[in-house]
């Protein structure tokens, strides 16, 4: 299941995810501020992160909006944004 996470919903969007063995996140918006410490892939939108200048860990892939769409058909979704 794919998670969008951003900021205001940011702390239950994680616990959920956390407890989903199945799980991918997108840290959208603000919520490229996080650095989840999660088991699951996290992803952030890369004009996110080069809008606000952030800095990402290496473990954190950075994806275009295009790839989120794309992913957004593919699989189920739980928005947190």
């Not at 490229?32 to 699951?40: G, L, N, Q, R, T």
């Not at 890369?46 to 892939?61: C, F, N, Q, T």
């Given at each position: 299941m794919l998670y969008l996470i951003d900021k205001p919903m940011a702390e239950i969007g994680l616990r959920t995810a956390d407890g989903d063995p199945e799980a991918h996140v997108i840290l959208i918006q603000d919520g490229?501020?996080?650095?989840?410490?999660?088991?699951?892939p996290v992803s952030a939108v890369?004009?996110?992160?080069?809008?606000?200048?952030?800095?990402?860990?290496?473990?954190?892939?950075r994806i275009s909006y295009d790839e989120v769409i794309e992913i957004l058909v593919e699989q189920e979704v739980r928005t947190f944004v």
């Open positions: 490229v501020y996080f650095e989840p410490d999660i088991d699951a890369a004009r996110d992160v080069d809008v606000r200048g952030v800095s990402l860990p290496p473990d954190i892939d």
